[in-house]
């Protein structure tokens, strides 16, 4: 029903910034509940930032360098990353959450029913 495209991505030296963007499409959902992952090579996808009942949520490795914003109009989402890290290499996705004005686990993968294909930022030294 829901369908992301995550865009944005590409190479960056350390110290840098990118703005990773991604568009939704689809009834069942609702651009308030986003979340952002990542998966760096070798190891498992992690939680980045999300919105839930109009609150931002972060990772603590990327509080205070990404914010996660939307434009409600576009059914859009964007994650803007600053100050970007050797260790921020990864492939980008993009999460649709439950369509509900309810708490939940934002940080917990097997809430977001929709996921993009991912966009890969990779940095560089």
């Known amino acids: 029903q829901v369908q992301l495209v995550e865009s944005g991505g590409g190479l960056v030296q350390a110290g840098g910034s990118l703005r990773l963007s991604c568009v939704a499409s689809?009834?069942?959902?609702?651009?308030?509940?986003m979340g952002w992952f990542r998966q760096a090579p070798g190891k498992e996808r992690e939680f980045v930032a999300a919105?839930?009942?109009?609150?931002?949520y972060y990772a603590s490795t990327v509080k205070g360098r990404f914010t996660i914003s939307r434009d409600n109009a576009k059914n859009t989402v964007y994650l803007q990353m600053n100050s970007l890290k050797l260790e921020d290499t990864a492939v980008y996705y993009c999460?649709?959450?439950?369509?509900?004005?309810?708490?939940?686990?934002?940080?917990?993968?097997?809430?977001?029913?929709?996921w993009g294909q991912g966009t890969q930022v990779t940095v560089s030294s």
């Open positions: 999460a649709a959450g439950p369509r509900t004005d309810s708490y939940y686990p934002v940080s917990v993968q097997d809430e977001y029913p929709y």
């Open positions: 689809g009834r069942a959902f609702t651009v308030n509940n």
């Open positions: 919105f839930n009942r109009g609150s931002d």
